[in-house]
C-alpha cells in the first residue's frame, strides 16, 4: 500500500511538474499557416496565404484558390483549388513573381484553370508550415507537399484509373516547357512578373517523377498538342499521365533556379535521397529549433497559437534569393542588374513596414540571419547604385521613407559585424541626396527637404508630411550610424541638424503634423482625421507621433507630459468613422473603422509604436493598458487573425515582442521600450548562448498592469531594457497587478532615449 501511495505521488508530482515547466516541445504544432488568409480586397484580416516554406526559404508554395494573376492567391472562404503554385509573393498588393503551378487531374485531359479546378474543403486540408495535405474531392486524389529552401517533393495519392494526368503550368507573359519522357522530367521556364525585374529575367523549374509518363503533350495558350514535347509562347505547359491503382501513390520532386536549369537540377539535390515522410521530419525539426529560441508557458492554448503563428510569420521575410553553385559558393541572379553574381542576396520586403520592429528581432534572435541580409544590401547596392526601400525582388515604387537607413544603422548598433560597412555608410549618404526615378529607393524630393528642412505640399511630391517626418528620423539614423563609426562632425554634422526637421511641419495650435506649401503656409484646408494628402495611408492623428527618435523635442513641442497624454488619449476618444468621407474609401481606412478603437488605426504601420509612447511622459501604465488591449482584440489564431496587412512579418513582430513584454520604439538606439508580458514564463536562447529569463508569475487575463519590476534580482525602475543587458543574459521578472502603479516610472531619469536630451 505504502509503495502504491509513494508511486502515485510520483506521478502526481510529475504531472504538476511538467504543469511548471516549459510545456511547448514542438512550437510548430501551434502554428496555423491560415491565419490572416480571410481577406480580400476591401478587407484585410492579414493578406496572407498559407505559405509551406523553411525560414526564410527561396521559394515558397501555396495552394492556389484565385485566378492566374490574381494577388489574392489563397482565400480561406474560397471552396476551389486551381493548382498548387510555387510562389514569391510577399504582399497581394505587390503581386507574384517566379510562379508555376501543378495540378493532378484524373479522366479528363484538361489545361484550363477553371476546368481542372476542384472542390476542396479545409476539414480535408492539413496546413503546416513544412507540410501541406488536402483531398481535391473532385479527382479522388490526395495531395501533399513538402518544401526545402529552393525545392520541393509532392506526393500524389490516386484512384484507380487509366487516365490520371499531372499539369504542369508555366503561367502566361511568356513562358516555356519541355518534356523529356526518357527522364521522366519536365522542364521549363515563366518569365511572368509584377516588376521589378530586369530584362534577362526567367524563373527556371524542373520537374522529375517516379513513375514513367504513359501519356505526354504540351500546351500553348490553351491548345493541348500530344505531338509536341516542347513549346515557348505566351502561356505554356505540359500534361503528364499514367495509368494508376487506387490508392497509388507517386512522387513528383520540384525545384527551380533564377539562374539556370543546370542550377534548377543542383537545387533539387536539396531533397537528396530521403523520403517524403524523411522530408516531412526534416522541416518539422527545422521549424521547431528557430521557433523554439523563444519559449513561451501559458494555459491559454490561444495565446501560444496566436504567438507561435506570429514568430513563423515573422521568419518568412526577407527571403534567400541566394542559390549555391557547383563549387558550393553562394551565387545570386541579380534583381539589378541581370547578372549572376558571387554573394547573398535577399528580397520581397518593405522597408517602411519591417524597419520598424521586425529587423530590430532578427537583430535580437537571428543576428546570424541579418548579418547575410546586411550583406545582400551590400550587393544591391554595388548593382544597382541604391540601397531598396522596397524589393521584390528588386527596386519597386512602394511607400515612401528611406528607411533602409534605420534597417542599416539599427543592425551595427545592435553589434552585428562581418560585412562591409564603410560600402553601406556609402550608401546610406547616396540614397539621402538622390533618388531613383521610377522606384521608391533614396528620396524622392530630396532637393526640397535639404533646402527648406521639409517636403513642400506643392511642388508635385504627396505624402510629403509623411516623407518629413520619415527623413528626419532616416538622418538621425545616419548621424547616429556615423558617431559609432567615428565619423567626423563635418561628414554627420548635416544629418545631425536635419535629424530636427520634424518640427518644420510642427502646428503649434494644432499640436499635429500639418503639410506645408514651399512658402511656408500650412494647409488651409486641414482636417487631422483626413486620410492621404500630405500623409501616406493615415492621416495626421497617426503621423503626428512619428518622431521615433525624438519624443522629448515632441513632448516639448505639444507643451510638455499633459497636453501630449492629453493628445495621446484623443486618438482613443475620436470616432473611427472620422475621415472616412475625405477620400475614396482603401482598406485601411475601413479596418481602422470597424475596429472601433477610435482613430488608432493598428493595422497599417505608423501607428503601431504610438502606444508605447507613454513611457516617455511620465504615464507607463497607459502603455500597459493598451498594449494589451491591443494583443487581446486585433490579433487571434484564426483565418481573421489580423486587423489589418500582416505586412512581411512587421505585424507579427510587434505581437511577438509585446507579449514578451517590450518593443523598438526606435530602431538605431540599443533600447527595447517597457509594456507588459502576455505569458507567465519565457525563454529567450540567444545566439551567444546567454539566456533571457522572463517571469511574471502572478500573471492573468485581468492583470495587465505591472506592479513592480525586477533586473536580476534587483528592483528596476526605468521604462526601456537595453540591448546590451539582454545581450548579457537576464533574469527579468515582472509582478503584475489588476491595477495601475501610477508611481512607478514617471521619473524624467526612467524615460527612455530622446535626442533632445542627448549631451
Same mark, same amino acid.
Given at each position: 500500500?505504502? @509503495? ?20 511547448? &516541445? ?134 484507380? %484509373? ?25 522542364? *521549363? ?25 504513359? #501519356? ?61 515522410? @524523411? ?5 518539422? %525539426? ?5 521557433? *523554439? ?29 541566394? &542559390? ?10 541579380? $534583381? ?9 542576396? #535577399? ?28 550583406? *545582400? ?166 503621423? %503626428? ?18 497636453? #501630449? ?73 484564426? $483565418? ?16 511577438? #515582442? %509585446? ?23 519565457? @525563454? ?33 525602475? @526605468? ?41
Amino acid at each position: 500500500m505504502k @509503495k502504491q501511495s509513494i508511486f502515485l505521488w510520483i506521478v502526481v508530482l510529475s504531472f504538476l511538474g511538467r504543469l511548471q515547466g516549459w510545456a511547448v &516541445e514542438n512550437p510548430v504544432d501551434y502554428v496555423s499557416t491560415l491565419v490572416g488568409t480571410q481577406s480580400k480586397f476591401e478587407l484585410s484580416t492579414g493578406n496572407t496565404y498559407p505559405a509551406i516554406a523553411m525560414p526564410w526559404g527561396m521559394n515558397f508554395w501555396t495552394p492556389q484558390t484565385g485566378r492566374i494573376g490574381d494577388g489574392w492567391a489563397y482565400t480561406y472562404t474560397a471552396d476551389k483549388i486551381r493548382g498548387f503554385k510555387q510562389t514569391h509573393q510577399p504582399s497581394p498588393w505587390m503581386n507574384d513573381y517566379g510562379q508555376f503551378a501543378i495540378m493532378p487531374v484524373v479522366g479528363k485531359v484538361v489545361f484550363d484553370q477553371d476546368e481542372r479546378a476542384s472542390w476542396f474543403s479545409h476539414k480535408a486540408e492539413v496546413a503546416k508550415p513544412y507540410y501541406y495535405k488536402v483531398y481535391l474531392a473532385d479527382t479522388d486524389v490526395t495531395t501533399e507537399i513538402v518544401p526545402t529552401d529552393r525545392a520541393a517533393m509532392f506526393r500524389f495519392t490516386f484512384p484507380d %484509373s487509366d487516365k490520371s494526368y499531372v499539369v504542369v503550368d508555366a503561367f502566361d507573359r511568356g513562358s516555356y516547357i519541355k518534356v523529356v519522357p526518357g527522364e521522366n522530367k519536365i522542364i *521549363g521556364y515563366s518569365t511572368k512578373n509584377s516588376g521589378g525585374v530586369p530584362s534577362n529575367f526567367k524563373n527556371y523549374f524542373v520537374v522529375k517523377f517516379d513513375k514513367p509518363f504513359t #501519356f505526354t503533350s504540351t500546351v500553348k495558350d490553351n491548345t493541348i498538342d500530344q505531338n509536341e514535347t516542347e513549346n515557348t509562347g505566351n502561356h505554356v505547359g505540359a500534361i503528364i499521365g499514367f495509368k494508376t491503382k487506387r490508392g497509388e501513390v507517386v512522387h513528383a520532386r520540384v525545384a527551380s533556379s533564377f539562374i539556370s536549369h543546370e542550377q534548377a537540377e543542383l537545387n533539387l539535390k536539396e531533397l537528396g535521397r530521403d523520403s517524403f515522410d @524523411k522530408l516531412v521530419e526534416k522541416g518539422k %525539426s527545422t521549424w521547431n529549433k528557430e521557433l *523554439g529560441k523563444i519559449e513561451v508557458q501559458d494555459d491559454n492554448i490561444d495565446n501560444l497559437r496566436t504567438f507561435y503563428s506570429c514568430l513563423y510569420r515573422s521568419l518568412l521575410f526577407p527571403r534567400k534569393f541566394h &542559390e549555391i553553385d557547383a563549387k558550393g559558393k553562394v551565387m545570386h541572379y541579380s $534583381p539589378y542588374n541581370g547578372e549572376v553574381l558571387p554573394g547573398y542576396m #535577399f528580397t520581397d520586403t518593405g522597408f517602411w513596414d519591417t524597419f520598424r520592429c521586425l529587423f530590430p528581432f532578427l537583430n535580437l534572435m537571428y543576428p546570424s540571419m541579418n548579418q547575410q541580409m546586411q550583406e *545582400g544590401l551590400v550587393n544591391a547596392y554595388k548593382e544597382s547604385g541604391f540601397l531598396p526601400e522596397w524589393a521584390t525582388p528588386g527596386h519597386r515604387d512602394c511607400m515612401v521613407g528611406n528607411n533602409s537607413a534605420s534597417v542599416v544603422a539599427d543592425a551595427y548598433i545592435k553589434g552585428l559585424r562581418g560585412y562591409d560597412i564603410e560600402t553601406l555608410w556609402e550608401a546610406l549618404k547616396h540614397g539621402a541626396n538622390d533618388y531613383l526615378k521610377g522606384t521608391a529607393s533614396g528620396r524622392k524630393g530630396f532637393e526640397h527637404y535639404n533646402d527648406l528642412g521639409y517636403v513642400p505640399n506643392n511642388v508635385g511630391i504627396g505624402q510629403n508630411a509623411a516623407r518629413t517626418l520619415e527623413y528626419a528620423y532616416n538622418d538621425w539614423t545616419i548621424y547616429t550610424l556615423g558617431k559609432k563609426l567615428g565619423k567626423p562632425d563635418s561628414e554627420t554634422g548635416i544629418y545631425k541638424q536635419r535629424a530636427l526637421n520634424y518640427k518644420n511641419i510642427y502646428h503649434p495650435e494644432r499640436k499635429l503634423m500639418v503639410g506645408k506649401s514651399k512658402e511656408g503656409e500650412f494647409n488651409p484646408k486641414f482636417d487631422p482625421a483626413d486620410w492621404s494628402g500630405d500623409f501616406c495611408e493615415g492621416n495626421s492623428w497617426h503621423w %503626428s507621433f512619428c518622431v521615433f527618435h525624438d519624443p522629448q523635442g515632441l513632448i516639448d513641442l505639444m507643451g510638455g507630459k499633459k497636453e #501630449f497624454n492629453q493628445m495621446m488619449d484623443s486618438v482613443f476618444v475620436l470616432p473611427g468613422h472620422l475621415g472616412m468621407k475625405s477620400r475614396g474609401v482603401i482598406h485601411e481606412m475601413r479596418e481602422m473603422q470597424v475596429m472601433n478603437m477610435g482613430q488608432y488605426a493598428h493595422g497599417n504601420q505608423p501607428i503601431q509604436h504610438m502606444v508605447y509612447m507613454y513611457n516617455y511622459s511620465g504615464e507607463p501604465w497607459k502603455a500597459q493598458y493598451w498594449v494589451r488591449e491591443i494583443m487581446n482584440k486585433l490579433y487571434n489564431p484564426n $483565418p481573421d487573425g489580423y486587423c489589418g496587412d500582416e505586412d512581411n512579418g512587421q505585424t507579427s513582430a510587434w505581437y511577438v #515582442f %509585446s507579449a514578451l513584454g517590450f518593443y523598438t520604439v526606435c530602431p538605431g538606439t540599443d533600447e527595447y521600450i517597457l509594456g507588459t508580458p502576455l505569458f507567465k514564463n519565457m @525563454k529567450l536562447h540567444l545566439e551567444n548562448g546567454k539566456t533571457v529569463t522572463i517571469k511574471a508569475p502572478n500573471n492573468d487575463a485581468d492583470k495587465r498592469y505591472v506592479q513592480d519590476m525586477k533586473l536580476n534580482g534587483s528592483t528596476y525602475t @526605468k521604462n526601456y531594457l537595453t540591448h546590451e543587458q539582454l545581450m548579457n543574459g537576464a533574469n527579468i521578472e515582472f509582478i503584475m497587478s489588476p491595477v495601475p502603479n501610477k508611481k512607478k516610472g514617471i521619473r524624467s531619469q526612467d524615460a527612455p532615449y530622446s535626442f533632445s536630451n542627448e549631451k
